[in-house]
């Protein structure tokens, strides 16, 4: 059953030997002659993460607060490896620009990221297809595997193709902070896209630098997590950056916008299914406005604010095969809610955290959730005993307000929840190779 998280850890700890960059900590002495991946600027990294989660309503099903993990006990989040060419750029692709000359050496590099565990959002007409994975709560996938390149033209674009983590959103599928200080995520993530193959075009706009630096992204994806198209049509990305001049205040807006109708019988296009029976267009956007500032002095604060909205347009079949009554989405539905962070780092070495949230589904557009209001609030606290190793522990409270239960029994909540409220403890530990 252990078997291939052994393999991958195996493998972690072998490529971990020839990192071209490595934190400090008890794996950095085991490295091994580094200077052909220097050479290439070549880097090797993995993460592992696991946790424990319980609630406190005699149900072991931890959903939606658990997100990607389904039932409490111990959780094998991921144990991923990745291999990347970076840039040589002050433009990072889904970051945004950075200060600095604009280099005048073109540039092009790539990442492969390999993971097996339990987070995971399968990419449709790829890992979903993968026989390896038939039938099990732990995967294979790769969640991301793209090129990418750096074209000193004007002052500076950056360009990549492949399958990448979404740009929209606050939140993205790494446990790193910043972005993601919490174990749990919030309803925002949850309720946009996963990730996307297609192309991305980035480029930092040429403003006076008194002003700050302005940044744009565009891409043609084909939808929310699909390699096949699922209705031949495509989606298209925007995104507008913007970065105080001491890089303390970052504006980020992110938006998708597309017809995204469902496959009649295909389940694995998912959370919003809509489909027409005469094959019309449905239309589905998602936006993403996120502000966050650091504050310098003691003590050292950082405040987040993310805001976000979407839509999808209702098809006129009310239920399909693998699609139970329920399931589809048959009338124009809408998302929103804000979510707001603050966190204080204590330490060096100690960061808490404290995250509250306000999320309206109004017609219930997520496939296993009823319709409604839901709040919630977390705190954390964020250790790093070594700067490989980060323990978190974390208290979340939720409530519901509206006619289901989302919370306890079993899956799916929109028939077979219990209750209105939940709290969930919870703790991982993250390595950082």
Known sequence: MYKPWAWLLALSLVSGQVLAKQPSGWFYPIFIDRDPWEEHRIDISARVQAGVQYNDNGSSNVFPTGFFNVDEGLILNRAEVLIERPLETVYK??????PGPTPDKWDWGFLIQGRYGEDFSRTYGFDDELGINDDESRVFILPQWFIKGYASIGNGVTWQFGTWFTNIGN??????????????????????????????????????????????????????NNLQDNNSDKSYITALQWRSPDMKTWIDLESIWGNEQSENGVNDQRPFVAISSNDENLFRQFHSLTLSHRFTGAPKWRAVLNGVYGSQEGGDVTAAAENPPGFLITEDSEWYGINGSLLWQVKKDLQLGLRAEWFEDKQGAYFLLPAGEYNAVTVNASWYPEPWLRIRPELRFDRYEGAGAPFGGELPAIYNGRETEQTLFSVDATLFL
């Open 93 to 98: 692709p889904r970051v945004g620009p950075f």
């Open 171 to 224: 939140e993205i599928g790494a446990p790193i902070d910043p972005p993601s200080p919490f174990y749990s995520h919030a309803y925002a993530m949850m309720y946009g896209p996963s990730k996307h193959f297609g192309g991305l075009v980035s480029a930092r706009l040429p403003i006076d630098p008194e002003y700050g630096l302005l940044g744009v992204e565009v891409g043609v994806v084909q939808g929310w």
